[in-house]
């Protein structure tokens, strides 16, 4: 069963696509260390949810990052 729809919360991160610290190292094949990094001194968006501990990241606007670095280094 869904991580998020076990706890009631499902329709919410499935609507926005968010994804975990996990996903997103393993979508950047990061470290977790690599990501709090980016996170603290590269402006790597990130969202906090209410009345949660962890930080959440919206699929999209990593994506969006993602090609602005290419853009500039190209």
Same mark, same amino acid.
């Given at each position: 069963r869904d991580y998020y729809?076990?706890? &009631? =919360? &499902? $329709?919410?991160y499935k609507r926005?696509? =968010? =994804?975990?610290?996990? $996903?997103?190292? *393993?979508? =950047?094949?990061? *470290?977790?260390?690599t990501l709090?990094?980016?996170?603290?001194? $590269?402006?790597?968006?990130?969202?906090?949810?209410e009345g949660r501990k962890s930080v959440m990241f919206r699929k999209q606007d990593i994506d969006e990052y993602m090609e602005n670095l290419k853009k500039q280094k190209s």
């Open positions: 729809a076990s706890r &009631g =919360l &499902g $329709d919410v926005q696509d =968010l =994804l975990s610290s996990k $996903d997103v190292c *393993s979508m =950047l094949k990061i *470290s977790v260390s709090y990094r980016m996170r603290t001194y $590269d402006n790597f968006p990130s969202m906090k949810i």
